[in-house]
């Protein structure tokens, strides 16, 4: 069993950023694939990027490549999501995720926080 526990949303306008930050408790955290979905309004939930037990290796949805940037501190057991040059677009509750697989689908990952929500806007 993993617990993760989501911070760092809020308001922002467009153009911002803001950091993102989950912590993760229960099994050996470092074992695990971590991984950061999003749901807006009226939308299911999709996924925005992971970093995997493998050797870091870093996965993300296009259109936050080169925006966003997902990393681990397996010392804390903590993982982040740092999102640059926000769009309204990327409005949602952005939720944490973990899974057993080293690249995990989306259905794999067995282990979800709360959530936090992001709003942009101007």
């Known amino acids: 069993q993993v617990q993760l526990v989501e911070s760092g949303g809020g308001f922002v306008q467009p153009g911002g950023s803001l950091r993102l930050s989950c912590a993760a408790s229960?099994?050996?955290?470092?074992?695990?694939?971590l991984g950061w979905f999003r749901q807006a309004p009226g939308n299911e939930r999709e996924f925005v990027a992971a970093?995997?037990?493998?050797?870091?290796?870093?996965y993300y949805e296009h259109s936050v490549r080169g925006r966003f940037t997902i990393s681990r501190d397996n010392a804390k057991d903590m993982v982040y999501l740092q999102m640059n040059s926000l769009k309204p677009e990327d409005t949602a509750v952005y939720y944490c995720?973990?899974?057993?697989?080293?690249?995990?689908?989306?259905?794999?990952?067995?282990?979800w926080g709360q959530g936090t929500q992001v709003t942009v806007s101007s």
């Open positions: 995720a973990a899974a057993s697989g080293a690249i995990p689908l989306s259905h794999e990952y067995a282990f």
């Open positions: 229960g099994r050996t955290v470092s074992t695990y694939t």
């Open positions: 970093v995997s037990w493998r050797k870091g290796a870093t």
